[in-house]
C-alpha cells in the first residue's frame, strides 16, 4: 500500500513537473492578488498624515507636527481597529497562504475527471493497486505541489514586506492548519471529480463552492466589516479557522478561540476527507 | 490431451439502465488459445472484456479466470491479466518508458527488477527508438503497441486485448497481428475481440460470434463456416451449352448447382470431399475454370444473424456521443 501510493505520486509529480509553464502560471494568481490588493491598496498612505499636513492652512502650519502627531494616531488606530494591525499586507498575505492553497487543492479533482476521460485513470484501475492508493496518492501529490508553491509565495511575500512574527513551532503549525484544510478539500473535489464526467460541469461545481466560501471568509477582509449574515455563514467556514490559526501564529492576531479553531478545522477536514474518500471509492470499484 | 479451462464464464450480464447490453452469456476460453469475440460495434464485446477484466462489475453472473471470480477474487484477477483497450490509456504527458515502469510498479516490482522488465517489454513491442519521448508525439501504431508493452509487462497468463487493430493501417495491423501470435508462442492466453472477420479468422483457435449481447456461434474458424452448408465451386465452361449440358449432369448427384453470371455455382458441404465426384461428372466437359470459395465468417455472421459485420459501423450512437465529448473539451 505504501509503495503503491510512492509510486502513484511519483506519477503525479513527474507529470507535473514535466509540464511547461504550469510553475509560471500556478504563481501569477497569487502574485497579481498579492500586488494588487496587499501593494497598492496602502491604506497607511490614504490616511498618510504628512500629506495632510502638507495642506493645512498656513495659520495652523505651526500646529502642523502636533496635528500630524494625532492624526497619525488616529490613523493607526483606525487600522488596528479595522484589521487587527496596522500592517494590511500582512495580513493579506497570511490570508492568501490559506486561499492559495484552498484553491489548488481543487486541482486534483479536475486531473481527476480529465484522467477518466483519456483513459490513463481505467489503466490504473486495470492494476492489482488497492484503490484506496488511488485515492490518497492523489492527496499526497496534490499536498505536495501546494507546499511547493506555498514556499515560494511566502519567500515573495517576505521579499515584498511581509513582517511574520513567528516561533518555529507556530511556523509548523500554521502549516499543519493549512495542510488539514487542504486535504480535507482535495478530497472533496477527488470525490466530486470521480462522479462528474464534463470538466465544464466540474469547473461551474468548482466556482460554486471555492469563491462563496473564499468571500465568506477573513481571509481578505476582516469578519467585522462583513454583514452580520456573512458572518454567521464564516461560522461554518473552514477557511474562516485556517486564517484565525495561521494569523495567529504568524501575527499574534485571532478572532476566534485558539483551540476552538483547531477542533472545527480538524472535525470539518475529517468530516470532508470522509466523504471525499467513499464518493472516491464507490466509483473506482465500479464504474 | 484435453484442453485446461482458462476462463469459465457463467450467465455474465450486464445493464444500463433498461439496456441490456450482455445477456446471460456463457462460454469457456481454454488454456493458451487465442480466443475470439467476433461480432458489429454494440454487440456487447467491449462490455464483456470490460467485466472479465474487474474494470467493470457484472449485474449478474460470474466469470472464474484461472479460478478467481471476477466478481469476488477481483485483485486476485487483476495480478494475472494484462489488458488492451479499445480506447488509448497510456498517459501522454509521460514518456513509453515511464509508463511501462509505472506498470511494473503497480504490479509489486520494485527497484532494478522494475525497471528490467519495463526495458524488456519495450524490446519486445519493439519500441526503444521512442522510449524516451513523450507519448504524445506516438504515432497511431506505436501508441497500440505501448498498450500492449504496458499489459504484458508483468507477465499476464491471460491477456485481453479489444479491438487491437482498428483504425490502424494495414502495415501496422499486421505487425500487431505478429505480436499477437508471439504472445500466445510464450503460452499466453489472448482473449481478443474484433469487428474485421479476417481479424479474427487469421488470428483464433476459436471464436465467438457475438450479436445483440448474445453469442449466436461458438467454434473454430473452420467449424463455424462448415455450418454455413460449406464451400462454394465456380466452374466456368466453353460454351453457353455446355453449361445448360454441365448443369444437369451435375444435378444428378449435387442437389444445390445454380447459374449465376454464365458460371455454375455448386454449393458442397466440403470441396475437399466432392471433388473427386466431380471432377469425374467433369470430365466430359471443356472446363476452362474451376475455383473453390471457402465459406468466411462475414457470411456466417450474415447468414446466423441476417445482417451483415459492418452495418452497424456506420453510426454507433455510443462512439458519437464519445466522439462529441472529446471535440467539447
Ligand atoms: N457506459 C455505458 N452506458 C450506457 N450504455 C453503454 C455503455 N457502454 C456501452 N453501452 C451500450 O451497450 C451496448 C454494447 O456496447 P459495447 O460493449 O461497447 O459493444 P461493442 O464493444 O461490441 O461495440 C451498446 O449498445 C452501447 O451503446
Ligand atoms: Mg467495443
Known amino acids: 500500500m505504501i509503495y503503491e501510493v510512492w509510486v502513484l505520486t511519483w506519477r503525479e509529480l513527474k507529470k507535473w513537473w514535466g509540464r511547461r509553464g504550469v510553475f509560471i502560471v500556478s504563481l501569477v494568481t497569487p502574485l497579481a492578488w498579492l500586488g494588487l490588493f496587499g501593494k497598492s491598496i496602502n491604506f497607511t498612505k490614504i490616511f498618510s498624515p504628512s500629506t495632510f499636513a502638507l495642506s493645512l492652512p498656513p495659520q495652523l502650519q505651526p500646529y502642523a507636527p502636533y496635528i500630524q502627531k494625532v492624526m497619525e494616531n488616529a490613523s493607526q488606530t483606525a487600522l488596528v481597529k479595522l484589521f487587527g494591525t496596522t500592517d494590511y499586507f500582512s495580513f493579506l498575505t497570511t490570508g492568501m497562504l490559506v486561499v492559495f492553497a484552498f484553491f489548488q487543492s481543487a486541482f486534483g479533482g479536475v486531473n481527476i475527471v480529465f484522467e477518466k476521460r483519456l483513459g490513463s485513470m481505467n489503466r490504473l484501475r486495470m492494476t492489482p493497486a488497492p484503490r484506496f492508493s488511488i485515492f490518497l496518492a492523489k492527496i499526497v501529490g496534490t499536498l505536495i505541489r501546494i507546499f511547493f508553491y506555498e514556499t515560494v509565495l511566502l519567500v515573495i511575500a517576505l521579499a515584498l514586506g511581509f513582517k511574520p512574527d513567528v516561533t518555529l513551532l507556530g511556523f509548523i503549525l500554521s502549516g499543519v492548519a493549512i495542510a488539514l484544510l487542504a486535504i480535507g478539500f482535495i478530497s472533496l473535489f477527488e470525490g466530486i471529480g470521480f462522479n462528474v464526467d464534463n470538466q465544464e460541469i466540474m469547473f461551474s461545481i468548482l466556482n460554486l463552492i471555492n469563491l462563496p466560501l473564499m468571500f465568506a471568509s477573513p481571509v481578505l477582509f476582516p469578519l467585522k466589516q462583513m454583514p452580520d449574515w456573512l458572518q454567521e455563514v464564516a461560522k461554518f467556514n473552514p477557511l474562516t479557522y485556517t486564517a484565525d490559526i495561521v494569523r495567529y501564529n504568524m501575527l499574534g492576531l485571532h478572532t476566534v478561540n485558539y483551540v476552538e479553531a483547531w477542533a472545527i478545522l480538524v472535525g470539518i477536514s475529517a468530516v470532508l476527507t470522509i466523504i471525499g474518500a467513499w464518493a472516491s471509492l464507490r466509483v473506482l470499484e465500479n464504474y | 490431451m484435453p484442453a485446461q479451462v482458462s476462463i469459465d464464464v457463467r450467465g455474465l450480464t450486464k445493464r444500463y439502465g433498461r439496456l441490456l447490453a450482455v445477456d446471460h452469456i456463457s462460454f469457456q476460453v481454454y488454456r493458451g488459445e487465442v480466443f475470439s469475440l467476433l461480432g458489429p460495434n454494440g454487440a ?22 484461472e479460478g478467481y471470480s471476477i466478481v469476488r477474487d ?56 521512442a522510449a524516451n519521448r513523450r507519448v504524445m ?35 501496422s495491423r499486421r505487425h500487431i497481428w ?15 475481440t474484433t469487428h474485421y472477420m479476417e481479424e479474427a479468422d487469421e488470428l483464433s483457435d476459436r471464436v465467438a460470434i457475438m450479436d445483440h449481447g448474445h453469442i449466436v456461434a461458438l467454434g473454430s474458424p473452420d467449424e463455424l463456416k462448415s455450418r454455413i452448408k ?57 472446363v476452362r475454370e474451376l475455383r473453390v470459395v471457402r465459406p468466411n465468417l462475414e457470411e456466417v455472421f450474415l447468414e446466423l444473424t441476417g445482417h451483415g459485420l459492418r452495418d452497424e459501423e456506420s453510426f454507433d450512437t455510443f462512439k458519437f456521443r464519445r466522439l462529441m465529448g472529446a471535440m467539447r473539451s
Open chain 2, 44 to 65: 456487447g464485446k467491449t462490455t464483456t472484456v470490460s467485466m472479465l477484466s474487474t474494470l467493470r462489475m457484472p449485474t449478474e453472473g460470474d466469470a472464474l479466470v
Open chain 2, 74 to 129: 477481483r485483485t486476485a484477477v487483476r495480478r494475472i491479466i494484462g489488458v488492451v483497450p479499445q480506447d488509448l490509456t497510456a498517459d501522454d504527458e509521460l514518456t513509453g518508458f515511464d509508463n511501462v515502469l509505472l506498470m511494473a510498479r503497480l504490479h509489486g516490482y520494485r527497484g532494478k527488477e522494475a525497471e528490467e522488465r519495463a526495458k524488456e517489454a519495450i524490446r519486445f513491442m519493439e519500441l526503444e527508438d
Open chain 2, 137 to 171: 508525439y506516438y504515432s497511431g501504431g506505436m501508441r497500440r503497441r505501448l498498450e500492449i508493452a504496458m499489459s504484458v509487462v508483468h507477465d499476464p497468463q491471460v491477456v485481453f486485448l479489444d479491438e487491437p487493430t482498428v483504425g490502424l493501417d494495414v502495415q
Open chain 2, 178 to 192: 505478429d505480436l499477437i501470435r508471439r504472445l500466445k508462442k510464450v503460452g499466453v492466453t489472448v482473449v481478443l
Open chain 2, 230 to 286: 460449406g464451400d462454394r465451386i465456380y466452374l466456368k465452361l466453353g460454351s453457353p451449352d455446355e453449361v445448360r449440358r454441365a448443369l444437369e449432369a451435375i444435378s444428378v448427384e449435387f442437389k444445390d448447382v445454380s447459374e449465376v453470371d454464365g458460371q455454375l455455382v455448386v454449393k458442397v458441404p466440403s470441396s475437399a470431399d466432392a471433388m473427386p465426384q466431380l471432377i469425374k461428372l467433369l470430365s466430359s466437359f471443356d
